[in-house]
């Protein structure tokens, strides 16, 4: 059974990183998608508010995908979890060399290989940075969402359903 790990801190889970699952569970047989706790970055929402909302996006997805929050470095989850493989999402060349450091080094730690894939054309413009900015004043956030995170982000800022 081939098992891929999808790591990120998704603060918050868009639909570009549901593009990259759905299509991962079509390569791999299972997909575990890691939530970052990432002290060192500001984020707006918690490991666990993360957690939550990225299970709720891969509902539709059923026992192919679990979701799962880590704190310290991928190699060592990994290692617990008995995965050695990574898909990444790139969406451009900038992306590319930061995500290529990340996976020279995780292989020169522990082995682990990483698959590079890009989002689907209608989310390749998406960014979890993107969508906080918009949903933080209050903006349109729904076709870049799911209804879930949507909510949530509407809560967080305090912004009343349109």
């Known amino acids: 059974m081939t098992k891929v790990v999808y790591p990120g801190t998704f603060d918050p889970p868009h639909l570009g990183h549901l593009d990259i699952v759905k299509r991962s569970c079509e390569i791999f047989d299972r997909v575990m998608v890691a939530v970052a706790k990432n002290p060192r970055r500001n984020l707006l929402f918690s490991m666990e508010e993360r957690v939550d909302m990225f299970k709720k996006m891969v509902e539709c997805l059923g026992d192919k995908v679990e979701v799962k929050g880590f704190d310290g470095l991928l190699v060592d989850f990994m290692a617990q979890e008995g995965v050695r493989l990574i898909v990444r999402g790139v969406r451009l060349f900038t992306d590319f060399e930061y995500e290529l450091q ?61």
């Open 102 to 162: 990340i996976a020279m080094n995780n292989y020169k730690l522990a082995k682990v290989e990483t698959i590079f894939m890009m989002p689907s054309q209608d989310y390749i413009h998406i960014s979890s940075t993107i969508v906080r900015d918009i949903a933080s004043y209050c903006g349109n956030i729904s076709g870049l969402v799911h209804p879930y995170v949507e909510k949530r982000l509407r809560e967080k800022f305090n912004c009343h359903q349109p």
